[in-house]
């Protein structure tokens, strides 16, 4: 058998998620059909690095199989995305050694978080970007607060109470805020994300840079260890995985 590694790019707007769920359209549905399709209804199951919610999109979403087939490996890439649709591409494809693992072997991953300003929200930008209408936030305090969450934490606080991961203890590597144009990004690089982590420090640095909080109460709220203590969640559709990091 070999083992293919497979960097995939998606639209996450009409997919409920990334994982497959009976009856739903997901992202892991259409790349384990068009592997089937390829291998002759042979199922050849993929594993990603992990798991995104309905509407999230990825640039560089990380996936592995293992494959009975030895095609040359840009045919790979070549041969899945005829077969996928539009709204999936693979990005690129190699031969990795047996023991890579696309879940278990990431040591780190980038996100990003887009908001638009514009005054009036664009039909093209309605699945990507979150439109922030009335509010203008103050981007250097909004930095102020993101320095509390840079480092290890436990960020109990900062994801959803659903989360089944006894352990909540992260590593936030880099948090920025960046404006160009009418686009507000913030890009959050860590060790790994519990489940709604990252929507839910967008939600809570929205909250700060438009006045509903201070950058001391992002303090106190990561110390807390209290979901209820940080505020909404952040909409799906603005939400990125940019890049899954490994080991050279």
């Known amino acids: 058998m070999n083992r293919v590694k497979a960097v995939v790019s998606y639209d996450g707007t009409n997919f409920a998620g990334y994982q497959s769920q009976p009856g739903l359209r997901t ?5 384990d059909k068009a592997l089937r399709k390829i291998h002759k209804e ?33 045919r790979w890439k070549m041969a899945l995305n ?18 890579f693992h696309a879940r278990y072997g990431a040591i780190g991953k980038t996100y990003k978080y887009v908001w638009t300003r514009s005054k009036v929200q664009s039909p093209f ?12 936030p103050d981007v250097e ?22 989360t089944a ?4 203890v992260r590593t936030v590597k880099r948090l ?32 700060v840079g438009i006045g509903w909080n201070t950058p001391a109460d992002v303090k106190r ?11 909404k969640t952040a909409p799906a559709h603005g939400l990125y995985l940019e890049s899954v990091d490994y080991e050279d």
């Open 141 to 162: 305090i909004m930095q102020a607060a993101a320095t509390h969450l840079i480092g290890t934490h436990d960020f109990t606080s900062f994801c959803s109470s659903k």
């Open 27 to 31: 992202v892991q549905l259409e790349i």
């Open 82 to 99: 005829v077969l996928l649709p539009t709204d999936i591409r693979i990005v690129s494809t190699a031969y990795v050694d047996e023991d």
């Open 42 to 74: 042979i199922p050849v199951h993929s594993v990603a690095s992990g798991r995104t919610d309905a509407g999230v999109h990825a640039f560089g979403q990380v996936i592995h199989f293992d494959t009975p087939l030895s095609l040359p490996t840009d």
């Open 176 to 207: 920025v805020l960046e404006e160009e144009g009418d686009l507000l990004t913030m890009t959050i690089e860590g060790n790994g994300f519990l489940y709604n982590m990252v929507r839910t420090i967008a939600g809570m640095l929205l909250a």
């Open 221 to 231: 709220i990561l110390e807390s260890c209290d979901r209820n203590n940080a505020g």
């Open 125 to 136: 930008e309605r699945n990507y970007a979150v439109h922030l209408g009335k509010w203008n």
């Open 165 to 168: 991961t006894t352990n909540k």
